[in-house]
Every structure is written in structure tokens, then in C-alpha cells.
């Protein structure tokens, strides 16, 4: 019997993830046996997994990249922290960020026992430079950036966070888990060969469009990536960087099979459209009288009433909101203009 296609997707406005590419989807069935984890063992996976993060490093604009196809932005968030950590060897280490930064920090900062320190993000969403510099000192291992906040999908000035971090002799992080395959289309086209970073997480089972669990983390040096190396002794392999152990070959490969069909025509093609319906729901909303927050990345965030939120919600619409209560909606590939419309005509029935 045929099973009937997922419907998980059709009222989904909040989520960062999205219904994989079908080459994305194909390969991950392929590839379920298999375990990157012991890349000796298992070397067509480790071929595929070596291609995706050179392809990455195309995207990303960093010739002779290192790094790994992790479980998602915050395994890479993780190890971006412990990676800085091992190589400072500081008694009492601390990370720098701005409060725009993703939760997965907060879990860095408790599993590896450093100080996460918060500094205030501006009117404009995005990191505030003086705020950063305040916060950092000589026990600063890392300096982490957001290029396309969780919230709001605002860059932070990835450049000049680059430059403090580096002063205080602190690596640059730059969490583009999200935001990855958007900024090469954009004016915010952000990326290694603008900045000297040094770690990035870019995920492609968000915006890439590979299945669940494919996340990117990409350094500049091979050093840092060794700061993460383990002895591996009853493997094949003989030292493992990852944070999990054995590791699913489907997300490897999926991403490998997506970004080889869509970049970048492809996810040009894709971001112009989630920008374009992007713009028109921040219009549409707007001409309302709500209060949005103009997009600069496909994410659209608005004040609505507590009452209309809820009404949504239990109209089906799978939605959620910032710390401070505005509603987001996040144009993933999946999210159509029609979908869009449809919530519109809710948010006026409902009001
Ligand atoms: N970083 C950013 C900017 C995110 O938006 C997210 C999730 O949405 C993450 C990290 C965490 O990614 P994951 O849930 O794949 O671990």
C-alpha cells in the first residue's frame, strides 16, 4: 500500500527546519546503514561527508575548509566552545556573546564548564560592538556571532566581532546555523573570505535543505579542529573529532546530495521566493496596524495580542513567539504563498 505523503508541514510558520529536498530525502534512505563515526570502515560515506564540507566552504567562501557534517547547530555550537576552550588552556574561561545568541551556548557553557557572558544587543537586534568588548578580557576563549538570529534573522557585524576577539586573542565564532544558505544572496553576504573567523556552524538541514540530523561545523585550521580529536582505539579510525560517536550516514549524506543539486542556483532561486513572501507578510500584516519588525533575512516577527496568538494556535497554525512576545514566522522552503494567505485570512477572521 502507498503510504500518503507527510502532511507534518503544511501549517508549520515557526520551524527553522523544512521537508528535505526529495534528492535529500532519496540519499538519506541510501545511506541509513552507515556510520561516518568510523570513517576507515565505512569510506563511501566519508568520501560524500569530505565533498559536503568542501562544497560548505564554497558557500562559505573558505578555500581548504576543516570541519564536519555535526547533528545540527548545537552540536557545532558545542564544539566551536570546547574547541577555543582546549586550545586557551585558561584557568577561568569565558565566552562572549550577544543576548540574540541560540540557547545551545547556554548548554556549551554548563557542559564544559566556562562562563557565558551575555552582553545587550541594540535597537537594530543586532550585537551592539561596545557592549561585546565591555565583556571580553583576558580570560575570553571565544567570541561568537549570530548571521541570522533565531528571533528576528538579523547579522551581527561579524567583521568588527572578529577584530575584538582577536585583540583579546580569542577565536571569532560566527553561528550561521540558520542563516548560511541565505547570506551569499544577500547585501549581509557575510562570510570567511570578509572576516578573519575562525569557527562557523551552518546547518544544512535547515535553509540546505538535507534531512534531519545534518548540521556544518567549518574552521579555518586544522589545529582547531584537532583541539577536538579523540583516541579512538577499537575503531578502524584511529582519532574522532565529533561530539557524538556514531553518527547516522543519512544526514551526510543528504546534505552531500542537496547542496550537489542546489547550490547555488537552487537556493538562490528558493531564497529570492522566501524573501519576496517574506515582504509581502510583513506588508500585509503592517497595513493592518500591527507591528513588525521589517525582515532582512525570510523571517518575519510581529506584535500581535496574546488573544490572537492563542486563536491562531488553535486554528492549527503551528507558530511561536521571541522573549519578548511577537509572533515569528519563518519563511522556510516549504512555506508557499498560498499558506501565507490562508494565515491571513485567519489573522483577519480572528481578530
Ligand atoms: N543556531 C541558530 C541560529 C538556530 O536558529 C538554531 C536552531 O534553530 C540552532 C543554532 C540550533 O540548531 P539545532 O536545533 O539544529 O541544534
Excluded at 21 to 38: I, K, M, S, Y
Excluded at 177 to 195: H, I, K, N, S
Excluded at 313 to 324: D, L, N, Q, V
Amino acid at each position: 500500500m502507498q503510504r500518503a505523503a507527510p502532511q507534518e508541514f503544511t501549517r508549520v510558520l515557526s520551524s527553522m527546519c523544512t521537508e528535505p529536498h526529495p534528492v535529500a530525502r532519496e540519499a538519506a534512505e541510501r545511506f541509513l546503514a552507515t556510520n561516518p563515526g568510523d570513517p576507515a570502515t565505512y569510506q563511501q560515506i566519508a568520501d560524500l561527508e569530505r565533498r559536503a564540507v568542501e562544497t560548505l566552504g564554497e558557500i562559505t567562501r573558505l578555500d581548504a575548509p576543516h570541519g564536519y557534517i555535526a547533528s545540527g547547530g548545537t552540536e557545532s555550537n558545542i564544539q566551536a566552545v570546547r574547541a577555543a576552550r582546549n586550545l586557551a588552556r585558561r584557568d577561568d574561561p569565558n565566552v562572549v556573546a550577544p543576548e540574540s545568541i541560540h540557547f545551545s551556548f547556554q548548554k556549551a557553557a554548563e557542559v564544559l564548564g566556562v562562563e557565558l557572558r551575555i552582553a545587550p544587543v541594540g535597537d537594530d537586534y543586532r550585537a551592539n560592538l561596545d557592549a561585546i568588548a565591555e565583556h571580553t578580557d583576558e580570560d575570553t576563549v571565544l567570541v561568537a556571532g549570530v548571521a541570522g538570529s533565531t528571533e528576528y534573522g538579523r547579522v551581527d557585524p561579524i567583521p568588527d566581532l572578529a577584530d575584538v576577539a582577536h585583540d583579546h586573542d580569542a577565536l571569532m565564532h560566527v553561528d550561521a546555523a540558520w542563516g548560511g544558505f541565505a547570506l551569499p544572496f544577500t547585501d549581509y553576504a557575510w562570510d570567511f573570505a570578509d572576516a578573519p573567523v575562525d569557527t562557523m556552524a551552518i546547518d544544512p538541514h535547515k535553509l540546505g535543505q538535507a534531512a534531519v540530523p545534518a548540521g556544518g561545523l567549518l574552521a579555518r585550521e586544522k589545529r582547531v579542529v584537532d583541539a577536538l580529536a579523540v583516541d579512538t582505539p577499537y575503531l578502524e579510525s584511529t582519532s574522532q573529532a565529533t561530539l557524538t560517536g556514531t553518527r547516522s550516514g543519512a544526514g551526510v549524506a543528504s546534505a552531500e546530495a542537496a547542496m550537489r543539486e542546489l547550490w547555488p542556483g537552487g537556493y538562490r532561486t528558493q531564497f529570492e521566493v522566501s524573501m519576496s513572501d517574506a515582504a509581502w507578510l510583513a506588508d500585509q500584516l503592517a497595513d493592518r496596524g500591527f507591528e513588525v519588525v521589517e525582515p532582512t533575512l525570510p523571517l518575519v516577527a510581529v506584535d500581535v495580542p496574546e488573544s490572537l496568538f492563542s486563536a491562531l494556535r488553535e486554528r492549527g497554525w503551528r507558530i511561536s513567539r521571541t522573549a519578548t512576545g511577537e509572533l515569528r514566522v519563518v519563511c522556510m522552503p516549504h512555506v508557499t504563498r498560498e499558506q501565507l494567505s490562508a494565515f491571513v485570512a485567519d489573522v483577519d477572521a480572528l481578530r
